[in-house]
């Protein structure tokens, strides 16, 4: 029930569609939800976040929603650029301040 | 300036040996964690530490001994090392002690021949 489940393992888009990752839970006690992406070689970095009191978030061309009736939140990603290729990483933070990682997504952007 | 360092940034080691991972933070967080990442497990959290006292241990194995010597450090100590253990670690810290706004360190790339 601690899990996190992400998907697709892989997503290619081409420069300018919306890119869309995945993520479902189980355990309704989970109350934060963080997108951490990494490129290349570098190490994971937050990228955008949501709480439960709302089902949606902006943050410029990144927007996270979250449907908790279903327990799915999910990344878009608007007008998607070659420098957005990376690997995303959702999560969700217990009541044990605990963060369950998804297995990741590893997007490719083509120009 | 990064501002959480690790060191060595790459480290290669033989079956068997024993070897110390480094991490010091220069954010002012109260929390430091360890993180392993390889091609089998994409992000996998080890341990978690507040004010220098253990808060969570999700590794099994004891080969594996973080260190908290000063509050903004926390090493991890591997010994009896293994291929499998080949993977990138990551040390981690946050604001307060739990993990909802994490940076991370660039990680040590650990081969083990």
């Known amino acids: 029930q601690q899990q996190v489940r992400q998907s697709p393992q892989s997503l290619t888009v081409w420069e300018g569609e919306t890119a869309i990752l995945n993520c479902s839970y189980e355990d309704s006690t989970f109350d934060y939800f963080p997108w951490y992406h990494q490129f290349p070689g570098e190490s994971p970095a937050l990228l955008i976040a949501i709480r439960p009191v709302s089902n949606k978030k902006e943050d410029g061309r990144f927007t996270i929603f979250f449907n908790k009736r279903e327990k799915k939140f999910s990344l878009h990603i608007a007008d998607s650029q070659p420098g957005d290729s990376a690997t995303y990483f959702c999560?969700?933070?217990?009541?044990?301040?605990?963060?369950?990682w998804g297995s990741g997504t590893k997007l490719i952007i083509k120009p | 300036d990064p501002k959480i360092i690790q060191k060595p940034k790459y480290l290669v080691a033989v079956t068997g040996s024993e070897k110390i991972l480094i991490c010091e933070q220069y954010l002012g967080h109260n929390a430091m964690y360890w993180y392993r990442q390889s091609a089998k497990k994409p992000l996998e959290f080890m341990f978690s530490?507040?004010?220098?006292?253990?808060?969570d241990n999700q590794t099994a194995s004891s080969r594996f001994q973080p260190q908290s010597s000063k509050k903004n450090h926390l090493d991890l100590q591997i010994t009896a090392l293994k291929p499998d253990d080949s993977a990138t670690y990551f040390c981690?810290?946050?604001?307060?002690?739990?993990?909802?706004?994490?940076?991370f360190g660039a990680g040590t790339r650990l081969s083990v021949l």
């Open positions: 981690a810290s946050s604001p307060q002690g739990w993990q909802n706004t994490l940076y």
């Open positions: 999560a969700a933070s217990n009541s044990n301040y605990q963060l369950i």
């Open positions: 530490y507040s004010y220098q006292k253990l808060m």
